[in-house]
């Protein structure tokens, strides 16, 4: 089997992974009242949720890694490598930077997790930099898709 056909296959069993993921997140348990304030729902799918996504970023981050240190093996650095890699560490600095510019200390500058606040400068950090970087990165993938199907078009 070459790489292209094992990565199609790889592809399209994550995305059936996810899709079932989210379809037991949302109908299995979903409803669930959170112990501290019933209003609130605490589903039962939640963790399996987050881990899978966790498991996926840190396996996009490594492979990222490992396909750049091939690339600089093989073509050396040049003007493509610097783009292609300066903007998801812009979008992810820039996300740092919004978490840094929070006061902890504020009231209105904080998470609240299942109805209680919640002031770790960290998490808060954390979370703004995963936005803006997800956010940015989305954009740069779609903007990607579109490059690589007008270029194959213009090639027919």
């Known amino acids: 089997m070459n790489i ?4 199609k296959y790889l592809l399209w069993g994550l995305m059936g992974f996810s899709i079932i993921v989210i379809v037991l997140f949302f109908f299995v348990g979903f ?28 396996a996009a981050a490594i492979s990222m890694l490992v396909s750049f240190i091939m690339y600089l093996v ?27 510019s929070h006061s902890s200390d504020t009231p209105e500058n904080h998470l609240i997790i299942n109805g209680k606040d919640w002031f770790d400068k960290g998490d808060i950090i ?20 579109i490059w690589s199907a007008v270029k194959q078009y213009i090639a027919k």
Request: glycine share 8%.
């Open 31 to 58: 409803s669930n009242p959170y112990e501290v304030n019933p209003d609130m729902k605490d589903p039962m799918m939640l963790d399996l949720l987050m881990w899978t996504m966790i498991i996926f970023i840190a």
């Open 4 to 7: 292209d056909k094992f990565s």
């Open 126 to 145: 954390l979370t703004d930099a995963s936005m803006v970087a997800i956010g940015l990165l989305a954009v740069i993938a779609v903007l990607a898709i």
């Open 74 to 100: 093989q073509h050396g650095l040049d003007r493509s490598v610097i783009f292609t890699w300066g903007l998801p560490i812009v979008g992810i600095g820039a996300g740092a930077l919004l978490g840094l």
